[in-house]
């Protein structure tokens, strides 16, 4: 199955838009944190801050990421915008009323800032707490909450914006339970999830720590692939399952976050007389600690994804094996790429930068040697 000419020039023209947009995004980041600070707006914001809370160090670290918060989203929400709701409209992928999307923003922005400022409350206690040592702490606890978000994000975080469901399709959920019984993952843990709420675009997923692990295949996957497709896509996430993917991860994760928090420490240290700051506790700060753990986490983006389409590529094994089937992986590669819109041959530079998988063209070419 060929992806149709006008399918794949629109496919073209949607990737070219949107690695326009990351590119803008990856700069914009940056320079409105350097605005911050050379402007000395940062340290307004602070003076405010103090002024409205008597000098509380609580309050004051509140009102000032309340202020800075702020001064992003007005930058934020066009992009937001144009790229969640007007290209994805403009492409036909999206099914979302303004309202719809407008509602899915506020509750986004709304639970990204109360945890944020959780977060932040946290760090900078710990920063007046232990000035020498605030960094090994603040790891600490974002391995804890690291491990708590996996743990909780689909029993808690997933249901406020979709609704889980059984897969309806008798045929199809005995085809999927199983497989996902022959590879030991219990029957209840398969759901779907509608998607079509959303978006057109099919996914799936493999989420969770412990008891609260699933495999989550959406609604567009499963009424527009066929039966042997759809296992393919749970053979992937079986995968997932059987390599220890989530622990993988969080691994990886902790160990690149120890050197970002080990860096903003030095860095801010060796920074902060030249910022005119007294102290890495002044939240005046923010911009400039912001600042370096963007550009530690920049330089290593290329790590982590090639870590992640690695292990993208060993799932994609194990789904090839355990359905002894080449071409419907390859069926179901092609409608991926084609319903998604995805680009099949990327930009060299720009899969090694961006891509957490490995591109559709490659996983295709994959598939086709395989001889098992």
């Not at 400022?117 to 790891?139: G, N, T």
């Not at 406020?160 to 199983?178: I, M, R």
Request: hydrophobic residues 50%; charged residues 15%.
């Amino acid at each position: 199955m060929e992806i149709r000419t006008d399918q794949s020039g629109q496919a073209a023209r949607y990737q070219r838009i949107r690695r326009r947009l990351a590119l803008f995004h990856l700069f914009l980041t940056p320079a409105l944190l350097t605005i911050l600070l050379l402007s000395g707006l940062t340290f307004g914001m602070r003076t405010n801050a103090l002024a409205l809370t008597c000098g509380n160090e609580w309050g004051t670290v509140a009102v000032y990421f309340f202020l800075f918060s702020l001064y992003f989203l007005i930058f934020d929400l066009p992009l937001a915008y144009y790229s969640g709701f007007s290209l994805e409209h403009a492409f036909g992928l999206s099914n979302q009323t303004f309202g719809q999307w407008t509602s899915d923003f506020l509750k986004k922005a709304g639970l990204s800032f109360g945890l944020s400022l959780a977060l932040l409350e946290f760090l900078y206690l710990i920063i007046r707490k232990s000035p020498s040592h605030w960094w090994l702490w603040a790891w600490g606890g974002y391995a804890f909450v690291s491990y708590i978000l996996g743990k909780v994000f689909p029993v808690l975080i997933v249901p406020l914006f979709y609704k889980y469901g059984k897969v309806e399709d008798k045929a199809l959920e005995a085809k999927v339970l199983t497989l996902a019984a022959r590879f030991g993952l219990p029957a209840q843990n398969v759901y779907s999830l509608n998607l079509s709420k959303t978006t057109r675009k099919a996914n799936a997923a493999f989420m969770g720590i412990g008891k609260t692990k699933r495999i989550v295949l959406s609604d567009t996957l499963i009424d527009h692939f066929t039966p042997a497709e759809v296992e393919i896509v749970v053979a992937h996430e079986l995968g997932h399952y059987k390599n220890h993917d989530v622990w993988r991860f969080l691994a990886f994760g902790l160990g690149t976050s120890l050197m970002v928090f080990a860096l903003g420490f030095w860095g801010i240290k060796a920074l902060a007389h030249s910022m005119q700051l007294d102290s890495a506790a002044n939240v005046a700060g923010l911009p400039l600690l912001f600042l370096i753990f963007y550009a530690v986490n920049l330089i290593l983006m290329p790590l982590q994804n090639a870590y992640s389409r690695r292990r993208e590529n060993e799932a994609d094994a194990f789904a090839l094996k355990a359905c002894g089937n080449k071409y419907f992986f390859i069926s179901c590669m092609r409608k991926l790429g084609e319903q998604n819109l995805a680009d099949p041959d990327p930009p060299a530079w720009y899969e090694w930068f961006f891509y957490d998988h490995p591109s559709i063209g490659k996983r295709i070419k994959k598939a086709e040697r395989y001889e098992g």
